[in-house]
């Protein structure tokens, strides 16, 4: 099993432009959650889905952040337009059915630097 | 609404000694599930261990073992013998078993440092 994959690793762009943040979840799991780590504000969970559809986007900051999840094996987070303030390292993690039990299996996560 | 609190920013412990790792938590709920998940500084977030609130037996993995208070709502990670590659970031994590609140909350972490 190849895990949770994010791309990219790194991103570093300019403000005002916009970033798209990939994942492909574990097979077979059917809950996806994208997260924010910064270190005045830990960890923040986003939005998270089940089988496909947003669940609770109660998370996302503001307009600027939208995620979709189109299929079971693939999510995107995107911020437009960038600003400095949403530099931080992104994570997707996923988790499987009845998945209350376990824990999420984390993605390597994406290191965003706006400047 | 469930929180996790971690009131230990960061600890030091000396190569081969044991180390315990503080959490707390609230909740009105009666069954849950804890973690405490490892982040090194490569960044990978590491499941490390897990307990399920109905159990009253302690959860034990290899070095690492928890003390779960269900009463006092205390959560704490012991890590024994500990070693280098245990320097990181250490977060404790409730999650919910009602599939309405089904996600993950954090603690802020604690962060690790093993001394020589």
């Known amino acids: 099993d190849a895990g949770v994959i994010q791309s990219p690793r790194h991103e570093v762009t300019e403000m005002g432009q916009e970033v798209t943040l990939r994942c492909k979840p574990i097979?077979?799991?059917?809950?996806l959650f994208w997260y924010r780590q910064t270190m005045m504000r830990g960890l923040e969970l986003l939005i998270y889905?089940?089988?496909?559809?947003?669940?609770?986007d109660s998370g996302m900051p503001e307009d600027r952040f939208s995620a979709k999840m189109p299929n079971a094996s693939f999510s995107t987070l995107k911020i437009q337009p960038s600003e400095p303030r949403d530099s931080a390292v992104y994570f997707c993690?996923?988790?499987?059915?009845?998945?209350?039990?376990?824990?999420?299996?984390f993605g390597s996560g994406t290191r965003l630097t706006v400047v | 609404a469930q929180t996790v609190t971690q009131s230990q920013p960061e600890m030091s412990v000396q190569e081969a000694e044991t180390v315990t790792l503080s959490c707390t938590y609230d909740?009105?709920?009666?069954?849950?599930?804890l973690f405490w998940y490892k982040q090194p500084p490569s960044r990978q977030m590491i499941l490390v261990i897990r307990?399920?609130?109905?159990?009253?037996q302690n959860a034990t993995e290899n070095r690492f073992s928890v003390n779960f208070q269900k009463a006092a709502k205390s959560f704490s990670l012991k890590i024994s013998d500990s070693q280098l590659g245990d320097a990181a970031m250490y977060f404790c994590?409730?999650?919910?078993?009602?599939?309405?609140?089904?996600?993950?909350?954090f603690g802020k972490g604690t962060r690790l440092h093993i001394l020589p």
């Open positions: 993690a996923s988790s499987p059915p009845g998945g209350f039990a376990y824990g999420y299996t």
């Open positions: 097979s077979g799991h059917d809950y």
């Open positions: 889905f089940n089988n496909n559809v947003p669940i609770d």
């Open positions: 909740t009105s709920e009666s069954d849950y599930y």
């Open positions: 307990q399920e609130a109905y159990k009253q």
């Open positions: 994590a409730y999650r919910s078993v009602y599939l309405r609140d089904d996600k993950i909350i």
